[in-house]
């Protein structure tokens, strides 16, 4: 059966009394607010991303708390900029489940942040969701008991649908790589090497840079010389948008399939028209001003005009799934404590979410809520991201 969100605090207070619950639990704390943590890069290039990310959690809190809010409380929003670093993301992780008491952690915004963040949540058994990391080591951590989980994209499926991508539109035969010197970077490698090798497949060369690399030129030359037909392409805004000004400086025209790096701010304004040549991967786009979510996306915040003002709606639509994911397991466990949260992930299902309704998104075996069927392909055009023409 689904879980319904819409109970009201007459309801839950009475249910509760009845079972002699309340006299255990001190009055004020039955009124205070659940807290729900954000750990994200909100300053700094992935900074849009981590815009969007608190736009779809906002969103999604007022959806629940006008509903009246989860086991009679209201959700209640703690973020912390990680600015992309590991060591910060992990410090505050820290600080808000051991200062701020949140029942849960979303966010994670880069791979490295996330994987910094893991050993802490399940140390310390709460759940920490993430809307946008997809390094797929992740959520598949090797703990007995995971607290990881996930709606977003995963860099293993990805990594097959983007080689699937290269072969069947452009007839790549002998695609190179070009990724950042990361986690993520290593994640994908292994991810693209596994979906070649399933083909029979060989590669033009494996290259790496890093954030900051203003010419990435040596390394592209490497791979055209060993006749790479096509490129994978690993790396957020900036970076990803050095290799758009290379292959310009090159001259060389060749078909590019990436991870969804790109999504995460104004690419196009970073590497020049050449930019709306690289096709990525998304799990959620806007195409209809009339959308629901959009509609209140705009009533909230007045500066977002039209479909080109959100980047990423990706972003928006995951942080916002997530949200009522958890909201649906806590009320499902009747408690804001970790293992009980956890176990009651297992359970939920008709959470009708922007993606799509959930059904058992989550199993001790699985916990990433999307697959391959929930991805598109997609490209700016002037400034927006636009789902690609079949």
Not at 347 to 359: A, L, N, P, R
Request: charged residues 20%; glycine residues 10%; hydrophobic residues 45%.
């Amino acid at each position: 059966m689904p879980v319904r969100l819409n109970l009201t605090r007459r309801t839950v207070m009475a249910g509760a009394a009845a079972l002699g619950l309340l006299s255990a639990v001190p009055a004020a704390a039955q009124e205070d607010p659940i807290k729900i943590g954000l750990v994200a890069a909100l300053s700094g290039q992935s900074a849009k991303s981590g815009e969007a990310i608190t736009r779809g959690i906002m969103l999604a809190l007022d959806k629940i708390n006008g509903e009246g809010g989860v086991l009679g409380r209201q959700l209640e929003l703690v973020s912390r900029d990680d600015e992309s670093n590991p060591g910060k993301g992990l410090v505050a992780a820290r600080e808000l489940v051991q200062r701020e008491g949140v029942a849960a952690l979303i966010g994670g915004l880069d791979t490295p942040v996330s994987l910094a963040i893991v050993p802490f949540a399940n140390e310390a058994k709460v759940p920490f969701i993430g809307p946008w990391a997809a390094g797929t080591p992740i959520t598949k951590n090797g703990a007995e008991e995971n607290y990881v989980f996930r709606v977003s994209a995963v860099d293993e499926i990805v990594d097959e649908a983007i080689t699937e991508y290269l072969v069947t539109k452009y007839g790549a035969k002998k695609p190179g790589m070009i990724l950042i010197n990361n986690p993520w970077g290593e994640s994908n490698e292994k991810g693209l090497l596994k979906a070649l090798d399933a083909r029979g497949m060989e590669h033009a060369g494996i290259e790496k840079f890093e954030s900051n690399d203003v010419d990435v030129v040596p390394q592209l030359t490497r791979l055209k010389e060993n006749g790479a037909d096509g490129l994978f392409m690993v790396a957020n805004v900036a970076p990803s948008a050095q290799v758009v000004k290379s292959l310009d400086k090159m001259g060389w025209d060749v078909p590019i399939a990436s991870h969804w790096g790109p999504a995460g701010g104004r690419f196009t304004e970073l590497a020049g028209v050449s930019g709306e040549k690289v096709h990525f991967i998304q799990t959620f786009l806007f195409t209809d001003p009339e959308h629901p979510l959009f509609v209140k996306l705009q009533e909230m915040f007045p500066e977002i005009e039209t479909l080109a003002d959100v980047t990423p709606a990706t972003g928006i639509a995951n942080a916002y799934d997530s949200v009522l994911l958890l909201a649906a397991a806590i009320e499902a466990a009747g408690s804001t404590e970790g293992p009980a949260i956890r176990e009651a992930m297992y359970g939920i299902s008709g959470v009708e979410g922007v993606i799509k309704t959930y059904d058992t998104p989550f199993t001790p075996d699985n916990q990433d809520a999307l697959g391959p069927n929930d991805y598109l392909f997609s490209q700016f055009v002037d400034g927006q991201i636009i789902p690609l023409a079949d």
